[in-house]
């Protein structure tokens, strides 16, 4: 099966960066996703990475290394707004590459 | 353009009751993807709909069934409840059958179902 392991929980400041961390053991792996979702939300897209690298997308970036199973969500700037949960989600052939299968989430808190 | 709906937004039941839920996809989108989420953890896949067919499902019982209309609105069903089925249902709809590399899933507000 598959399983992705990300922290519970991160506290950072305004204005600061914060990176979220997702480590993942699948089969055929075919891509890492980022999703937002504030209390009583829904989930929000962030970004996608299917090739090792960097993907810049405002404020918000992600990074993957295909060889180490592993990947990250950089926040930038930070403002209290982005007090949220932060899934990683895979796509993999155990589920398919129809189904997204996601971590626990990790729940960022944004101090002034 | 809408985005994904659904309804209703709250439902309470009783153990061994049974639930419909609805979701409407967003404009323009054709497959319906139903995840449920419990408390602090992230969603889980339930099945995914395409032109009115389940493509693919997840590790949930067949207490757990589906629908898709040719408008491309969907329904989750759940028979015979259990207490562990509280959760909040999330509806996401994408364009296609999601083999692109840059598929995204748009999700709805979501149902929160408590069963007592």
């Known amino acids: 099966g598959q399983s992705l392991e990300q922290p519970s929980e991160v506290t950072a400041v305004e204005g600061a960066i914060v990176q979220i961390n997702c480590t993942y053991q699948t089969s055929g792996f075919y891509g890492l996703s980022w999703y937002q979702q504030h209390d009583g939300g829904a989930p929000t897209f962030l970004s996608y990475?299917?090739?090792?690298g960097l993907e810049e997308t405002g404020r918000f970036s992600s990074f993957l290394s295909r060889s180490d199973s592993y990947g990250y969500l950089l926040l930038q700037e930070l403002q209290m707004k982005d007090s949220a949960s932060y899934f990683c989600a895979v796509r993999d052939r155990d589920t398919g590459r129809r189904a997204l299968t996601f971590g626990s989430g990790t729940r960022l808190q944004v101090q002034p | 353009d809408a985005g994904v709906t659904q309804s209703p937004t709250h439902l309470i039941k009783t153990r061994g009751q049974q639930v419909t839920l609805r979701c409407s996809p967003k404009?323009?989108?054709?497959?319906v993807s139903w995840y449920q989420q419990a408390l602090g953890q992230g969603p889980q896949f339930i099945f995914q709909?395409?032109?009115?067919?389940?493509?693919q499902r997840g590790n949930f019982p067949d207490r757990f069934s589906g629908h898709q209309f040719p408008n491309y609105s969907s329904e989750l069903n759940v028979n015979a409840l259990l207490l562990g089925d509280s959760a909040l249902y999330l509806c996401?709809?994408?364009?296609?059958?999601?083999?692109?590399?840059?598929?995204?899933?748009?999700f709805g507000p979501g149902t929160r179902l408590t069963v007592l």
């Open positions: 709909y395409y032109e009115e067919e389940e493509r």
């Open positions: 990475n299917a090739l090792d």
């Open positions: 996401a709809s994408s364009l296609g059958l999601a083999e692109t590399s840059t598929d995204t899933q748009y």
């Open positions: 404009s323009g989108h054709d497959t």
